[in-house]
C-alpha cells in the first residue's frame, strides 16, 4: 500500500467505526426505551392477545300468573359461537366455515361484516341449542376452526306451548333491522323480548350480563380462569292471568277463530286472553325454517295476529247497549220509550229490515235489549247525531285504546263526522243513513275484543273506566312471595242509576228469556253461575234471502259475539267473546262465556287446584300414569 494512501485509510477505518459505535448505541438505547419506557403498554397490548373477556348471559325473569304457576321458565342451553374479536375476516375462511356448519356462505358472510360493531363480548351465535348431534358437529368443526367455542346461555321455554302465546309473546336477538328502526336502544346480538309481555315488559324481566376473564393459548383454547363477575338474574313477575281460565277458553275454541278477554273488576286485572288461532312461543327460539313462515307467517288464517288487542271486528248487537245509553242520556227515548216493530221500517227512502221478519211489535227498551229488536235501535239511533254517539262512547272510554300493557294494541273504530273527513276524503259527508246502521253496530264501527269487554266492565261497575293490565307485580326472592304492582287508577264517570238500571235488567233478560236463552246449556249454568250479557251476530256479507245461509261458505258466515259480567248482584269479572264466521252468538259465542263463568264461580271454588309440600301444582305438568 502506498504509504500516502494510509492517513486516508484510516480516517474512513474511523468513520465506519464511529457509524458502527452509533449503530450499537443506537440500537441499545431503542432497545432502553422499549424495555423501560413502553414495557407496561406491549405487555398489556401482550395480556390483551392472551386473556379474553367471555361474556356470561343473565337469566330473564320468570313468569307465572297469579296463582304461582309457573308460564315460562329457564333451561340451560348450549350455543356454537365465535366471539367478536374472533370474528374470521378471509372469506375463504368464511366460505369453508359455512359450508361445514351447512350455512349460506353469502348470510354467515353479511351477519360476520355486521357484527364486527357488535356490543364488546357479544358473541355471534351460529348454531343455537346445539342437541347431541350438534354438540358432535361443534366439535368435529372446531378441529379445523379453533376460533369456535360452546357458549352455555339461559333459554326460554314456553311451558303452556299455545296456551298464552300471544299474551307471553318471545324472545329473539337483536339483528340490524330493529336497531335501524330504535337507534341508540339496542345493542347487536342483545336477547330481548320481541312480541307480547315479553316485549313490554322487557326492562323489567331482563338481567344484567356478568363476565369471566380466561387466558387462552396460540389457537385459542383456554387454559386458565383469572375470575369471573357474576350475573344478575331479571326479576320474575307475576301475570294476572289465571291459568286456569285462560286453558278453559283454549279448550271452548278449539278449532275456530276469534277471541276472548276477562277482565277483574276490582282493578282491571286481565284474568284471561285467548286468541285463536294461537301459537307455540317455542317455536320462535330458533332460526325459522319455511315450514315455520308457511305454517305461521304466511298462514291466512294469521295465527300471529292477537285478536283480542288487534282484531277489529264489527260489534252487532253488543253495540247497542251504547245506542241505548246515549239515547237515555241524550233523552231522545226513557226506559218506558215504546217503538213498534213490524220487521221492517224505511228510513230515507230505504227499507231496514229486521232479524226477526214478521216483526217483534211494540217493545220497551229493556224488551229491545233482550229481544235484541233492530227496528228499535233503528229508531233510536235516527232520533240522534252520529256525533251524539260519538261522544256518548268517547265519555265513556269506548274511542281509545285502553292501555293494556301488550305492544301494538289497535284502537276501536267509533265513526264521527271528523273520522269520516279523515277516513274518506274523496267522500268526506256522513250520511244520515249510515247512522242508522251503527245503530245496531254494522256500517263503519269497529271494536276490539279487549275494548268491548272494558266498555262492559263499565256497565258493570256503573261508569268505572279501567285500564287493562297484566303486570300484577314482583316476586320476592327472599320470601318467595308476591310484591304486588301499582294499580291504574279507573276513570270515574258515574251512570245515572236509573239509566243502569234499565240497562243492567235488559242483560238479565237476554240471558232469562232473550235471544241468549234459547241455548239450554245457557239456562243451565245460568241457573248455577248467574251472569248477563248480550248476544251480537254481526254480518260479514249480506244475504238478502237467508234461507241457504246454513249452506254458505264459512267465511262468509257471520261473526258471532257475546259481551256481559257476572254474577249480576255483586259483578266481579266482565268479558267479550268473538267467535269469527261461527253464526248466531248465541250458539257459538255465548257457550264459551257460559263455560268461563262456571269455571270462574263453580269449578275453580269447589276444585281449587291443591299445593302439594307449599307449592302449587304445574298445571302444564302431564298427567301422572295410571297405576297397573
Known amino acids: 500500500m502506498d504509504p500516502r494512501q494510509r492517513p486516508l485509510l484510516h480516517r474512513r477505518l474511523g468513520v465506519l467505526k464511529a457509524l458502527a459505535w452509533s449503530l450499537v448505541a443506537g440500537l441499545i438505547l431503542i432497545y432502553a426505551w422499549l424495555q423501560l419506557v413502553r414495557h407496561g403498554e406491549f405487555q398489556q397490548l401482550a395480556m390483551q392477545q392472551a386473556v379474553k373477556i367471555r361474556p356470561i348471559a343473565a337469566p330473564r325473569g320468570l313468569v307465572l300468573d297469579r296463582n304461582g304457576h309457573r308460564l315460562v321458565d329457564n333451561r340451560r342451553a348450549l350455543h356454537l359461537v365465535i366471539q367478536r374479536e374472533d370474528l374470521p375476516t378471509r372469506a375463504d375462511v368464511i366460505e369453508s366455515l359455512a359450508l361445514a356448519l351447512e350455512l349460506d356462505p353469502a348470510a354467515l358472510a353479511r351477519k360476520i361484516q355486521s357484527y364486527r360493531f357488535a356490543g364488546k363480548g357479544r358473541p355471534l351465535v351460529l348454531k343455537e341449542n346445539l342437541d347431541d348431534a350438534g354438540i358432535a358437529l361443534a366439535e368435529r368443526v372446531r378441529s379445523r376452526f379453533p376460533f369456535l367455542s360452546v357458549d352455555v346461555a339461559p333459554r326460554r321455554v314456553y311451558l303452556g306451548d299455545e296456551l298464552a302465546g300471544h299474551v307471553l309473546g318471545y324472545v329473539g336477538e337483536v339483528d340490524e333491522e330493529l336497531m335501524k328502526a330504535k337507534p341508540g336502544v339496542f345493542r347487536l346480538g342483545e336477547t330481548i323480548g320481541k312480541e307480547g309481555f315479553e316485549a313490554s315488559g322487557n326492562d323489567k324481566l331482563k338481567g344484567v350480563d356478568g363476565q369471566r376473564r380466561i387466558l387462552v393459548d396460540q389457537l385459542g383454547t383456554e387454559v386458565a380462569h383469572f375470575g369471573q363477575t357474576d350475573a344478575v338474574a331479571g326479576r320474575s313477575l307475576y301475570l294476572t292471568l289465571d291459568a286456569g281460565l285462560q286453558k278453559i277458553l283454549q279448550d271452548a275454541y278449539g278449532e275456530e277463530a276469534g277471541a276472548a278477554v276477562v277482565l277483574d273488576l276490582r282493578d282491571g286485572g286481565i284474568l284471561a286472553m285467548y286468541s285463536s288461532p294461537s301459537y307455540d312461543p317455542n317455536l320462535f327460539l330458533n332460526r325459522l325454517s319455511q315450514e315455520m313462515v308457511d305454517r305461521y307467517l304466511n298462514n291466512p288464517t294469521r295465527p300471529m295476529l292477537n ?322
Open 307 to 628: 285478536r283480542a288487542i288487534q282484531g277489529i271486528y264489527a260489534p252487532g248487537s253488543t253495540f247497542k247497549l251504547l245506542v241505548a245509553l246515549a239515547g237515555l242520556e241524550k233523552g231522545v227515548i226513557t226506559p218506558q220509550t215504546v217503538i213498534y216493530c213490524a220487521g221492517k221500517k224505511n228510513f230515507y227512502g230505504r227499507d231496514f229490515r229486521c232479524d226477526k221478519p214478521t216483526g217483534h211489535g211494540g217493545l220497551s227498551l229493556v224488551q229491545a235489549i233482550a229481544q235484541s229488536c233492530d227496528v228499535y235501535f233503528y229508531e233510536v239511533a235516527s232520533r240522534m247525531d252520529i256525533d251524539d254517539l260519538y261522544a256518548t262512547a268517547e265519555k265513556y272510554g269506548f274511542t281509545d285504546r285502553t292501555g293494556v300493557d301488550l305492544p301494538q294494541e289497535k284502537r276501536t273504530r267509533i265513526p264521527s263526522r271528523a273520522w269520516k273527513r279523515k277516513a274518506a276524503p274523496k267522500d268526506p259527508k256522513w250520511y244520515a243513513g249510515e247512522t242508522i246502521s251503527v245503530g245496531i253496530g254494522q256500517g263503519a264501527v269497529g271494536v276490539t275484543p279487549i275494548g268491548l269487554a272494558r266498555f262492559y266492565a263499565m256497565l258493570a261497575t256503573r261508569g268505572k273506566v279501567l285500564t287493562p293490565h297484566l303486570f300484577y307485580g314482583f316476586r320476592n326472592d327472599q320470601s318467595n312471595e308476591l310484591e304486588p304492582a301499582p294499580v291504574p287508577v279507573p276513570r270515574d264517570t258515574p251512570l245515572d242509576p236509573r239509566n243502569w238500571a234499565t240497562l243492567d235488567e235488559g242483560l238479565y233478560e237476554v240471558v232469562q228469556g232473550g235471544t241468549a236463552a234459547a241455548n239450554p246449556l245457557i239456562r243451565e249454568i245460568a241457573r248455577e253461575a248467574p251472569f248477563v250479557g248480550k248476544t251480537g251476530t254481526a254480518q260479514v256479507a249480506t244475504f238478502v234471502d237467508k234461507s241457504h245461509y246454513a249452506r254458505q261458505a264459512k267465511h262468509l258466515k257471520d261473526h258471532a259475539l257475546f259481551a256481559g259480567y257476572a254474577p249480576r248482584d255483586r259483578p266481579q269479572i266482565a268479558f267479550a267473546v268473538v267467535v269469527e264466521n261461527a253464526g248466531f252468538g248465541s250458539t257459538a259465542a255465548a257457550p264459551i262465556a257460559a263455560k268461563l263463568v262456571k269455571y270462574w264461580f263453580v269449578d275453580r271454588v269447589r276444585n281449587p287446584l291443591p299445593p302439594p309440600r307449599g307449592r302449587m301444582v304445574d298445571p302444564f305438568a302431564p298427567p301422572a300414569e295410571a297405576a297397573p
